[in-house]
């Protein structure tokens, strides 16, 4: 079983249009993350919630929006998408109430390619 | 908040030879470390963690790190590589309380057979 999933894998599409990535974590985490890693492989951090509250929002632009439906879930939509946008998406998950560390787990990533 | 420098983000060597990569932190309380690793074309699979006890910590597939205080340090050793050692290598820092994990560049491993 895998912990953490992203669905898609690969998406391509073109400038201006509206996408969706979606993650989902069966490890029982009460907090989960997106991370942006750019091509140079430099690894982000952009929104994290925990039991589907917000607790981290970095300087994102307002096109991007995370949404959790339930603690296992973490999606993140983002509208208008520019050609700065490509980049591979990951999700992670960790336990932070009772953890004596912050053990992030990854999922498989989502390469994302505007044109 | 806390910051983390990685230094040679590029390092290449022959299988056998011995790998060390640098890791810095800056921040004064209590952290714990992290080292993850990135295979060509994967995600991040965690390689080894400190959060309390023996400074010098064992990780998987023979890597180890050791804990420095004084020196802000937590550095990744291998003493014999290999080609499937070849990957990206980050070190992660939490300062304890925070559950942000701060991320240096990474290290780009290419190991020549």
């Known amino acids: 079983d895998t912990a953490v999933s992203q669905t898609p894998k690969y998406l391509v599409t073109q400038m201006g249009n509206d996408k969706s990535i979606k993650c989902e974590q069966n490890?029982?985490?009460?907090?989960m993350y997106w991370y942006k890693q750019d091509s140079k492989k430099f690894l982000k951090i952009m929104f994290s919630y925990n039991n589907k509250e917000l607790i981290i929002n970095e300087t994102v632009p307002n096109r991007f929006s995370p949404k959790s439906p339930d603690k296992a879930h973490l999606n993140l939509h983002i509208n208008s998408l520019e050609l700065g946008d490509s980049a591979v998406y990951f999700c992670a998950s960790s336990q932070i109430a009772g953890a004596v560390y912050n053990e992030q787990f990854f999922g498989p990533g989502t390469r994302l390619t505007v044109l | 908040a806390q910051s983390v420098s990685q230094h040679n983000h590029h390092v290449i060597l022959s299988e056998a030879a011995s790998l060390e990569l640098g890791c810095n932190y800056s921040?004064?309380?209590?952290?714990?470390l992290f080292w993850y690793v990135q295979y060509p074309g994967q995600h991040l699979q965690l390689l080894l963690k400190y959060f309390s006890g023996d400074p010098l910590v064992k990780g998987i597939k023979g890597f180890e790190a050791e804990f420095i205080k004084s020196k802000f340090s937590f550095n990744l050793r291998k003493p014999s590589v290999q080609w499937s050692d070849t990957a990206e290598y980050f070190c992660?820092?939490?300062?304890?309380?925070?559950?942000?994990?701060?991320f240096g560049k990474g290290n780009q491993v290419v190991v020549i057979p």
């Open positions: 992660a820092v939490n300062a304890q309380g925070n559950n942000r994990l701060a």
């Open positions: 490890l029982g985490h009460d907090t």
């Open positions: 921040y004064g309380g209590t952290v714990n």
